[in-house]
């Protein structure tokens, strides 16, 4: 079972950006800002080769008191879910620019704080009790010959990313000690690989005419969606479910290739940046299927640039998904314990 918000590829990709998605629509020139601050105040940073990278995550503040207001609302969310013997495992896709620092235009770098904020973000989740995942071994590996792990004009990490980052998600179910329900070969079968050629959305979200022709389009390689067996349209109940953004949407493979490593099926809840984790995860949890099927095992992804960012956030997420932590944890509470 999937919950999509778009149908299409170029919907999905287009819609995806994660925050400031009304304020942000100004263009920018393709010129190199003359330092941090310059960059961080335009929609995009403009790197060299054509490299984008989104502005509205900061390269230079590590926010340590909202990053604890957020995982305390994963730990709340934990507690409920472990109350109904279900399994959370909250995984951080890193920033494109620690991977990519090197297209950054000149005079902009990662401050210390920012270079660090991966590692402080794991450190304070297992510190409080919560599993995760360190994704930039697995993303890393990718980068061999013409292989990327985000694409260039993109906000989004590669297929080829996605996909090992599933097996090491994969790895750390298994791990977990959870014996999954459901039969083996019952897990999605993967297409073949196709490389297709679309404007990234840093670009055609934020660049003119001219400028877009001026960067070009990426080349795209993703697997067309299976038809077999145990693909993810089918309707037996997923001991697995991931909640997420677009970085998780099928046309990136993320949950199919999930469902591969485990031999079981995996369900899906994504919706576009803006609207948020907060309100995905309530819409994940008040599905009728969630109280009829629970899974045992649900893997809640988010980004690390706006990981610092409340249910309250008004700089991040659309109007409609904006609420207080406390209405959202009464929510939360609410919708898993029914």
């Not at 196709?194 to 390689?221: C, I, M, N, S, W």
């Amino acid at each position: 079972m999937i919950f999509r918000s778009a149908p299409s590829r170029r919907d999905l990709i287009r819609g995806a950006a994660l925050g400031l998605c009304a304020g942000l629509m100004a263009t920018t020139g393709l010129t190199a800002a003359s330092g941090p601050a310059a960059a961080q105040s335009q929609p995009i940073i403009s790197g060299k080769g054509g490299w984008l990278f989104p502005g509205w995550e900061s390269l230079s503040v590590l926010d340590k008191a909202g990053i604890a207001r957020t995982i305390g609302l994963i730990k709340d969310a934990q507690t409920a879910l472990a109350a109904r013997n279900i399994t959370l495992i909250p995984i951080v896709v890193p920033l494109k620019a620690a991977f990519y620092a090197d297209k950054l235009p000149d005079g902009v770098r990662l401050s210390a704080d920012v270079s660090g904020q991966y590692d402080y973000i794991l450190a304070q989740l297992k510190q409080n009790g919560l599993d995760t995942v360190d994704l930039r071994p697995a993303i890393k590996s990718v980068e061999k010959g013409k292989q990327v792990s985000f694409y260039r004009a993109d906000y989004h990490w590669s297929a080829w990313a996605a996909e090992a980052s599933a097996d090491a998600v994969a790895a750390a179910i298994k791990a977990s000690g959870v014996k999954l329900a459901g039969a083996p070969g019952s897990g999605d079968k993967l297409g073949q690989w196709v490389t297709q050629r679309h404007l990234g959305d840093l670009a055609e979200r934020f660049l003119t005419p001219d400028q877009q022709k001026q960067v070009g389009p990426d080349l795209y390689t993703v697997r067309v969606q299976s038809e077999a067996k145990g693909s993810l349209v089918d309707t037996a109940p997923a001991p697995v479910h991931v909640v997420g953004n677009s970085f998780v949407q099928p046309y990136l493979g993320f949950p199919q290739k999930l469902s591969n490593a485990l031999d079981r099926p995996v369900a899906l809840t994504w919706n576009p940046g803006n609207v948020g984790p907060w309100v995905t995860f309530l819409q994940f949890a008040s599905a009728p299927d969630f109280a009829r099927n629970p899974p045992q095992v649900v893997v809640w992804q988010f980004n690390e640039g706006p990981f610092h960012s409340a249910p309250e956030a008004t700089d991040q997420w659309d109007a409609s998904s904006i609420m207080s932590a406390q209405q959202w944890r009464d929510r939360m509470q609410a919708a898993v314990r029914k």
